[in-house]
């Protein structure tokens, strides 16, 4: 981190309201877990589960496992982990978020430049912010060679940080007229009004965030799990390895986010998205179809990622 944050400090931020840091919500992150795991060998998959299962209880990573865990376990235990980076927020466990919360650590935003909207985008000669970039390294050496402990808590945010590197929002920092030092990655791009009482506003952000979840409605009867796997089958069969073939073998997180960049120019900030109005539906269309490729691609470059590191 950048700055050695007390549990003060974190509080403040809360309340200052420093830039949120999900990518997907919750549901995205599990579709790329699970994408990955359909994806990993038996030796990846059996090393990542007993890496998690020697996490410290204070983390919650091992959840309420015990014993042996049949496979549908097994998997539920890989894709929460996905998610716990974004959970250890939570105000009411503060000792847990004042030791394992790390606000910066999920995006790096390369800023740019677009006078109008939605104008040519011009280069902006200013150092990116977040340390998505510098700690991700730092997470797979620990994942080869550190405690047990912490290989469980760097697992967790490898499985979280390739899914956020592919939001392409986790990447962008938009600079206009109306926002001279950078959107915060959309955050500060207002669409519609959600609450009236309290005048929030949805954000093009928390947009791209439910974007995959909004597309994959729980069906009536289905499990949570039956969820993510058919979820995971649709994503799969629109978008297989085969489509990625050029780009999967790619290790370099800096390229992935540079990608990301790119999308962000191309396709986030684009007509008919009109700021402080809700998106119309043909932009929510061409959101879904540009980042449904991109959880994909976070899916099998995870499980290659793991493959390598825990496969042997």
Not at 2 to 16: D, E, I, Q
Request: one cysteine or more; a positive charge; proline letters at 5%.
């Amino acid at each position: 981190m950048k700055r050695c944050f007390t549990l003060a400090a974190v509080l403040a931020a809360l309340v200052l309201g420093a830039r949120p840091a999900y990518a997907w919500d919750e549901f995205g992150h599990r579709l790329v877990a699970r994408i990955a795991w359909a994806n990993m060998t038996p030796q990846a998959r059996a090393r990542a589960i007993t890496i998690l299962r020697g996490a410290a209880p204070e983390t919650g990573l091992r959840g309420t496992v015990s014993g042996t865990l049949s496979q549908a376990r097994q998997i539920d235990l890989f894709v929460t982990a996905a998610s716990w980076p974004d959970e250890v927020r939570d105000t009411m466990q503060a000792l847990r978020m004042e030791k394992y919360h790390h606000p910066y650590r999920h995006y790096v935003d390369t800023f740019w430049r677009q006078d109008t909207d939605f104008g040519a985008v011009q280069a902006v000669d200013r150092r990116p912010d977040g340390d998505l970039l510098r700690d991700a390294p730092r997470l797979q050496r620990w994942l080869g060679d550190g405690t047990p402990a912490l290989k469980a808590i760097s697992l967790a945010w490898i499985l979280h940080l390739v899914g956020d590197i592919h939001q392409p929002l986790h990447a962008s920092g938009r600079i206009s007229p109306l926002d001279p030092w950078g959107d915060g990655g959309g955050n500060d791009f207002k669409l519609e009004e959600t609450d009236p009482v309290r005048h929030f506003r949805r954000s093009l952000h928390s947009l791209w965030d439910g974007i995959i979840t909004a597309n994959f409605q729980q069906q009536p009867g289905e499990s949570d799990g039956a969820r993510l796997a058919r979820a995971a089958a649709e994503v799969g069969s629109r978008h297989p390895r085969g489509e990625f073939a050029g780009e999967i073998g790619q290790r370099d997180f800096r390229q992935w986010a540079q990608a990301s960049v790119a999308l962000a120019q191309r396709s986030v900030y684009r007509a008919p998205l009109v700021r402080n109005q809700a998106a119309p539906a043909a932009y929510r269309q061409a959101a879904f179809q540009a980042a449904e490729p991109r959880v994909a691609l976070a899916g099998y470059r995870l499980a290659a990622l793991l493959n390598e590191a825990l496969g042997n």
